[in-house]
């Protein structure tokens, strides 16, 4: 099953638990028992060996964290509209724009992970990344070789037979600087 996990749709979600109780949920997530440590564990670690294969550009690792269909929203970033897409088509447009020539970091922490009755997860995190390209850095193409962005990440967990797995990712940009030449360029 997958779902689209927006921030709106978080709100609409967390405005059926009382108040008190839903920004207990979103800002500390479940709480961490013996029943929960492992799995919380194994969502940290995936969303985190996700930014470091993207940054490797190692992109079967990365692939291999998700499921087939996949939500995703990064409408914050680049416009458009929340779509549901093979996780092949997420991971080739990653790397069709992170190539060799531009070097990418990706950095995460604060997670907080909230389990629903059905079986499943969120991963809430805060997440920083920039991108850097050389050929930004001449006059015509803005004259800056870095840009940066900072933003809180939704991954959305579905557990299956292969162990723990990401059905939609919703990435909400809170600020970015630097030139946008580097981020919308692909290396070459």
Same mark, same amino acid.
């Given at each position: 099953?997958?779902?689209? +996990?927006?921030? &709106?749709?978080?709100?609409? *979600?967390?405005? /059926? ?13 479940? &709480? ?17 060996? *996700? ?5 490797? =550009?190692?992109? /079967?690792?990365?692939?291999? @964290?998700? +499921? !087939? ?11 458009? !509209?929340?779509?549901? +897409? &093979?996780?092949?088509?997420? +991971? ?9 020539? =531009?070097?990418?970091?990706? *950095? ?13 997860? /969120? %991963? ?13 850095? %001449? ?14 990440? *939704?991954?959305? @967990? ?6 723990? =797995? ?19 360029? &692909?290396?070459?």
């Amino acid at each position: 099953m997958t779902r689209t +996990i927006t921030a &709106p749709i978080l709100a609409t *979600l967390l405005a /059926t638990v009382p108040p008190l109780q839903a920004e207990t949920r979103a800002f500390s997530g479940t &709480p961490i028992t013996v029943e929960t440590l492992v799995d919380q564990a194994e969502m940290v670690r995936i969303a985190d060996a *996700l930014d470091a294969a993207v940054d490797a =550009k190692d992109w /079967t690792l990365a692939r291999s @964290f998700f +499921i !087939e269909t996949i939500d995703v929203d990064f409408t914050s970033l680049v416009g458009g !509209e929340p779509a549901t +897409i &093979p996780a092949d088509a997420l +991971i080739s447009g990653w790397s069709s724009n992170l190539t060799e020539e =531009k070097t990418s970091f990706h *950095l995460r922490g604060n997670h907080r992970v909230i389990f629903e009755e059905d079986g499943s997860a /969120t %991963l809430l995190s805060h997440g920083y990344a920039w991108n850097q390209l050389q050929r930004g850095a %001449l006059p015509e193409n803005g004259g800056e070789a870095l840009w940066e962005v900072w933003g809180t990440y *939704l991954h959305s @967990f579905v557990e299956t037979g292969e162990g723990w =797995k990401i059905d939609a990712m919703t990435f909400t940009a809170t600020a970015e600087r630097g030139n946008s030449f580097v981020r919308d360029t &692909p290396g070459s």
